[in-house]
């Protein structure tokens, strides 16, 4: 989903995630600053860390990144 700020579309990927959550379907979400963030610190602390939260993010067979666009990737 994209669209402007304001839409609604958080609340309609949380209501998507929530519905495929109820249908036994493993589910991850997040903000796509938080999760860059979150790799800069796996990627700084150990490797095997790193290779656990790549894992953990394909076990989802939802995976919702809310935010595109606010801060640039690398």
């Known amino acids: 989903m994209y669209g402007p700020i304001g839409m609604g579309l958080t609340h309609l990927a949380i ?24 790799l800069g610190e796996k990627r700084s602390e150990a490797r095997w860390k790193l290779k656990y939260l790549f894992s953990e993010i394909q076990r989802a067979q939802l995976l919702i990144q809310d935010e595109w666009g606010y801060i640039p990737v690398e």
């Not at 036994?24 to 979150?38: D, H």
């Open 15 to 38: 209501a998507v995630g929530l519905h495929a959550y109820d249908m036994s379907m493993p589910v991850k979400f997040y903000t796509v600053a938080a999760l860059v963030m979150r």
